[in-house]
T-cell receptor, first 116, second 111 residues
Framework: DTEVTQTPKHLVMGMTNKKSLKCEQH?????MYWYKQKAKKPPELMFV???????INESVPSRFSPECPNSSLLNLHLHALQPEDSALYLC???????????????FGPGTRLTVL | RKEVEQDPGPFNVPEGATVAFNCTYS??????FFWYRQDCRKEPKLLMS???SGNEDGRFTAQLNRASQYISLLIRDSKLSDSATYLC????????????FGQGTELSVKP
């Protein structure tokens, strides 16, 4: 089952709201990722978790807070976002190949976020 | 210079045409290479991993040239359903799991 699920599909929030994005995979992958994608642009990496530990933070503002409760789940907590944070937020997962890199990443369908 | 560069297109081709995409990368430590397909308002879907020996899957052929630091994707006998954006992605051994994407090339196959 090569499936990554994400909820919610769509989210509209105000700048003072707190919300969370959720991601789940059951492929036994030990690396999970958050990406942000704006229209007509490629996905941009935000965070990488490897073996449930944060391994990469691409200098993301603290209003985005990732959490990896276990090897299957990944959350992204949102607080005090700005309208320019409106984008498609993609979760992905992969195996860790033990050579410093990772294998193919499989993406979830994304959460389309609008910040008013 | 961007780490991974792709011609953004768009490529407009008739059904049945052969179309080739190229992607260059600047980090010689790059280790893994992929082609993804992304339909409008959908997530990227893995199309092919790219191996040193080249690989083929039906109408799709991917090749890697380490000396010149580029990867290519060839689509033969293109179908209307091939219309999408094609993204190359590169992973370097010294960057953990970080995938660097090219800008994507938009393909439109017309009847």
């Amino acid at each position: 089952d090569t499936e990554v699920t994400q909820t919610p599909k769509h989210l509209v929030m105000g700048m003072t709201n707190k919300k969370s994005l959720k991601c789940e995979q059951h492929m036994g992958h030990r690396a999970m990722y958050w990406y942000k994608q704006k229209a007509k642009k490629p996905p941009e990496l935000m965070f990488v978790y490897s073996y449930e530990k944060l391994s990469i933070n691409e200098s993301v503002p603290s209003r985005f807070s990732p959490e990896c409760p276990n090897s299957s789940l990944l959350n992204l907590h949102l607080h005090a976002l700005q309208p320019e944070d409106s984008a498609l937020y993609l979760c992905a997962s992969s195996q860790v190949n033990g050579q410093g890199g990772n294998s193919e990443q499989f993406f979830g369908p994304g959460t389309r976020l609008t910040v008013l | 210079r961007k780490e991974v560069e792709q011609d953004p297109g768009p490529f407009n081709v008739p059904e049945g045409a052969t179309v080739a995409f190229n992607c260059t990368y600047s980090n010689s430590a790059s280790q893994s290479f992929f082609w993804y397909r992304q339909d409008c308002r959908k997530e990227p879907k893995l199309l092919m991993s790219v191996y040193s020996s080249g690989n083929e899957d039906g109408r799709f052929t991917a090749q890697l040239n380490r000396a010149s630091q580029y990867i290519s994707l060839l689509i033969r006998d293109s179908k209307l359903s091939d219309s999408a954006t094609y993204l190359c992605a590169v992973n370097s051994v010294n960057q953990g799991g970080k995938l660097i994407f090219g800008q994507g090339t938009e393909l439109s196959v017309k009847p």
